[in-house]
């Protein structure tokens, strides 16, 4: 199949770059020797996790258990869930992967660990936890100050295996300055450090250190005493990481095409994608409008209002060639929710469409 | 099964609090004699279409190609496509969909009425066209003035038939105020209906027309000349509705449950749901940061930050008795765009799960 025989709106992944950029993480993260484990809810496929493990991956990173069951199902062994398991339903959904598959998922308060060691005896089963550590994101995690202490009473609780430190300190300063992003990273990652050597000198094994998101995990890497990072957007990169200075809108993998069906003005087009397919996010820097994706060929065009089927674009005077029936190509502000709306992924090499990814772990709100 | 014993997060539909609504939207619209097509974008799912057809509707309303291809397999057999078709693979779609049941699109240019026409010629159907007007909104549709002309061209291509014209003028002012709220809901359809009756003037017979939605379906029914209102919302409702005045917190029929799974502060809380499940979309009303939807009987909590799989709720004196583990209910800013993550809705009558809904036409970016 040809890419402009697709309908629009479709989700296009250019298969070169998105196997550069998986490449090119590997390149970056190896020389540190810690554990590559890519966060999968960017892209939610199992083809694309498959590349991620033969470029180098040694686990996969999901963001909840449906995720985890997901990629468990395609025979990946080694998950960690980036996230608290809370609940009855989904601590026995945990502990049936348990049984299957190495699975890690995080924990942050006694009461939390508290479930999760009754559910583990309950079923006859051990969960290996790590210890959400706040590092300044505020977010989940236990402070620091207060994460020994829990460590402590959460390696005593029946049913729980303490396997090391979790923490996520966001994607950086919203800003194109890599000394910052490295003070940041660092920051984060040495918190997560600091805690497992505690841990270890009051007796408490937890040899795992895991940090990091896309703009942060070379930084990271770099920390003495970090295990493993774990990069989600780099498979594709966004609009947003393009504009904080990671990479460029060349890096950008995934494209979304989009048509034109209305030219009611001359500086103005309406395309068929709208929130439904490009997510409502806004750009990560808020004082400049940038609208809601970067449309390739013509950065001064701005989609500058999104209805649920309707995307409104104010054109620039480049753009006012558009045509009814056209198609643009759009890097979304950010891919992974933009991914979550679409039920499969068009890999393409040049203008062949080589494949047809399905977005396997899509939805699975539970 | 019990509502309690629901994994979270899951969205709840309340079957009392729906069928009131799609009873009362009817009662609304029936003392003027016009027709009630609600737009299943809202719900995407057919039970709910069965319900608003066995309360009056005359037809269904749906936002594209895949939405008309769920409901016609379903049965429903009158539909009109808010929106323009343009594209040879969905033209194609829509020739085969114009062999089983009856529908409409619109048109806003000559140069997408041609298409659809040398399409229908190609594949011997007729399509039934709307003219869609501009009606203040500014997304696609013809101005007025030039809205005759294009009719009368229309009106000649071989393989389509002109029935009416359309128009959707938004949501109204964003304000409480019923009586500004008529005054724009008059100025949409009396724009509507200035173009049909000129078109009559021209000897071209364009009987339908189809304006408004859910805040201003009411007022748009009393102008005379209309034939047909549209709201969609109005099944479920949702908070940024009522923060326009349509309706109480109390009329909203959807809610989502979501777990606590953090309390890493007296004033934070963490839910399980995040952007994936809330959607990122803002209030209507921009000068008042209310958060990312309204949680039931916390008024004063707010969901101050949605990261893809967490929620981060800023309490309230009141909330801060929230537990690990507790579920809260939270309606949405936007409702639509919230279901269409989703892949079913749970019917529920007091604690008891009545139903269990599959959102059929849910994703189908094409």
Known sequence: M??????????VVDLDRLERNVKAMSDLVRPYGVRLRPHVKTHKTVEIARLQMKYGAAGLTVAK?????????AGFDDLLIANIVIGKAKLERLARLVRTVRIKSCVDSLEGAAMMSEMAVRYGVVFDVMLDVNSGLNRTGILPEQAILLGKEVAKLPGLRLCG??????????VKDDGLRNQWARREAETAVFVARELENAGIAAAEVSVAGTPTSRFGAAVAGVTEVR???????????VRLGFGTFDDCALRIRARVISRPAADRAVIDAGSKVLTSEKPVRDGQDVGYGHIVGLPDSKIAALWEEHGVVHLCDEGRQLKIGDVIEIIPNHVCPAVNLADCLYGVRGDKVEGIFAVAARGKVQ
């Open 165 to 174: 430190v979790f923490t996520y300190g966001g994607y950086g300063p919203p």
């Open 65 to 73: 258990i449906g995720e985890a069951e997901v990629m468990a199902e």
């Open 231 to 241: 990069p989600g957007t780099y498979v594709f990169n966004d609009a947003n990481y």
């Open 2 to 11: 040809n890419l402009h025989d697709l309908d629009t709106p479709s989700l």
